[in-house]
């Protein structure tokens, strides 16, 4: 399945959490569930190719995106699976090195095309995710990126607290940092 995404990510307070929490639960947000997953990204030429194994999500999930603050459009690829596939985690190992495996619980709730995680990564805290989704293009960009910042906004999530990258590579970057 293709899509393009407009993704925000901020760091986030547990208290600020909470108030993101409510508001979803108080606005008919259909919630999905607690995800306890890992993230395996490996090392390719372009962009980034990491497998999700979770007890709700389990994907291959092929992206380039940008990594700036703010707004940040995604190209992405899924492979979807119903369950974590040992085989497809085997071949995936036997083409790429692992770059670096990312473990979250995350909570994750819709509202329309919508997507909401509310984040806990070990070894990097507590996040907000907000991604407007366009399967098979069927948003246009404008909208979807209108519906980001519509969020951001109501969410008051301020620029400074917006991460750039991915929590992969700030998991890369922590360790490069303690091994100074």
Do not use: W
Request: net charge positive; hydrophobic share 30%; proline share 1%.
């Amino acid at each position: 399945m293709k899509r393009t995404n407009i993704e925000i990510k901020a760091r986030c307070s547990k208290e600020h959490q909470d108030e993101i929490r409510n508001y979803l639960n108080n606005n008919n947000a259909k919630y999905i569930g607690i995800d306890n997953q890992t993230d395996i990204y490996f090392q390719v030429k372009k962009g980034r190719l990491k497998l999700r194994k979770g007890n709700i999500e389990n994907s291959l999930i092929y992206y380039e995106k940008d990594d700036e603050r703010g707004s940040k459009k995604s190209k992405v690829i899924i492979c979807k699976n119903n369950e974590p596939s040992p085989d497809l985690e085997n071949i995936v190992r036997q083409i790429h090195d692992v770059l670096v495996e990312v473990n979250k619980k995350g909570e994750i709730y819709f509202i329309d095309n919508v997507k909401f995680h509310i984040d806990e990564v070990i070894g990097l805290g507590n996040f907000i995710e907000i991604e407007a989704i366009s399967e098979n293009n069927s948003l246009c960009e404008e909208k979807i990126k209108k519906q980001g910042d519509y969020y951001k906004r109501l969410f008051n999530i301020k620029d400074r607290d917006l991460i750039s990258n991915s929590y992969s590579d700030m998991l890369l970057n922590k360790r490069q940092l303690e091994l100074k």
